[in-house]
T-cell receptor, first 115, second 114 residues
């Protein structure tokens, strides 16, 4: 998954704590997105962005905030962590221009446990 | 809103045999793309095959092919000559040609028996 970097890879939080999952890509991709994957489940879209300054909600946005101040970075913020947010989080990016069939690159995932 | 549904939580196939994974989707858009992704235990997301909605011809990639039925909104994946390395979770995905938004089905776990 060269090109999309997620940090941290593992994190344990206490209920009510806040944290930010970082996602960075160096491919000048306009499109970036965040997903969560619960055990045995598919990836559910949290938020996505089609360019700097533009974000939109996905399927499960509650409890998460995002911003896109640069093309390279798309951080995901948990304002007050809850046990229901225990999951594996994936960041993904791709070019937007020309075709939505463009290859989508995924990060390696961030394992988050909220206790 | 668009949705993707995979109705088979688990499937199994004998090595060297053929298996078909089902996927249906719902959309009112005319411009979209469909994908199948493979996720092994490492959680890496691997693109298996891609289909443009405007193309009538079914996509093929080596042992992997799709049956794209646009009117029925069906997009199944056929794996021929199954190999042990094909064992993984498979996700069907829909990408809007308008917003670029990509959404996934619930996944199908494929077991390959030797």
């Amino acid at each position: 998954n060269a090109g999309v970097t997620q940090t941290p890879k593992f994190q344990v939080l206490k209920t009510g704590q806040s944290m930010t999952l970082q996602c960075a890509q160096d491919m000048n991709h306009e499109y970036m997105s965040w997903y969560r994957q619960d055990p045995g489940m598919g990836l559910r879209l949290i938020h996505y962005s089609v360019g700097a300054g533009i974000t939109d909600q996905g399927e499960v946005p509650n409890g998460y905030n995002v911003s896109r101040s640069t093309t390279e970075d798309f951080p995901l913020r948990l304002l007050s962590a809850a046990p229901s947010q225990t999951s594996v989080y994936f960041c993904a990016s791709s070019y937007s221009e020309g075709s939505s069939g463009n290859t989508i690159y995924f990060g390696e995932g961030s394992w988050l446990t909220v206790v | 809103a668009q949705t993707v549904t995979q109705s088979q939580p688990e499937m199994s196939v004998q090595e060297a045999e053929t298996v078909t994974l089902s996927c249906t989707y719902d959309t009112s858009e005319s411009d979209y793309y469909l994908f199948w992704y493979k996720q092994p235990p490492s959680r890496q997301m691997i693109l298996v095959i891609r289909q443009e909605a405007y193309k009538q011809q079914n996509a093929t990639e080596n042992r992997f092919s799709v049956n794209f039925q646009k009117a029925a909104k069906s997009f199944s994946l056929k794996i021929s000559d199954s190999q042990l390395g094909d064992a993984a979770m498979y996700f069907c995905a829909y990408r809007s040609g308008h917003t670029g938004k990509l959404i996934f089905g619930q996944g199908t776990t494929l077991q390959v028996k030797p």
